[in-house]
C-alpha cells in the first residue's frame, strides 16, 4: 500500500470502487445518533463522518486522526468502513475486535472479488470468515454490506 502514494487516494474513485450515492445511503441507513469515524478516507463518506482514520490520510484537517485503525482506543457511535476488510485476515480480525471495544455499530462495505484494475485488494470475506457474526449482511452484486451492533447501552 505504501507504494501507491497520497496520489492514488486524492483521486475520486468511481463506483463500484468507490461508494455509489446508494451506497452511501446504505451507510446513513445503519448509523445510529451521535459520532462517525470513517476508517481510511474515502471521498464519498467524508459528509457524513465526523472524523477520518488512517496511517498515511492524502489529507490534513482537524478531524483526521493520523493512526492504525487497530490502535484506536477512542469511543464512537459509528465505525464505517469501505474495502477495509480487503486487505487481509489479520487486518479484518483486529479492526474487528477494535470495534467491539470502541463503537455501538461498525458497518463495512467489503469486496467480493478482485475486480478489474482494483490495485490492493487480496482478502475477500464471507460471513463465515468472521469470528464475531455480523447483524446484518446486505448482498450486491460485487460487495456485501457487513453490519455488527455492539452493546454499548451504558456509554
Known sequence: MENLGKDYWKVCLKPPYSPSEEDVEYFKHFLVGGTVLVLGCTHALLPISTHQMDIDPWFDGSNV????WRDNNQFFD???GDG????SNEL???VLEMARKYTKKLIVR???RKLPKMIIADYFPKFSDFHIVPSVILEKE???FFVWNFDHANR
Not at 486522526?65 to 492504525?68: A, F, G, H, V
Not at 477495509?84 to 486487505?87: E, P, R, S, T
Request: hydrophobic share 40%; charged share 15%.
Open 84 to 87: 477495509v476488510f480487503n486487505f
Open 78 to 80: 459509528n465505525m464505517i
Open 142 to 144: 460485487s460487495y456485501n
Open 65 to 68: 486522526i493520523i493512526q492504525d
Open 92 to 94: 479484518t480480525d483486529s
Open 110 to 112: 467489503s469486496f467480493k
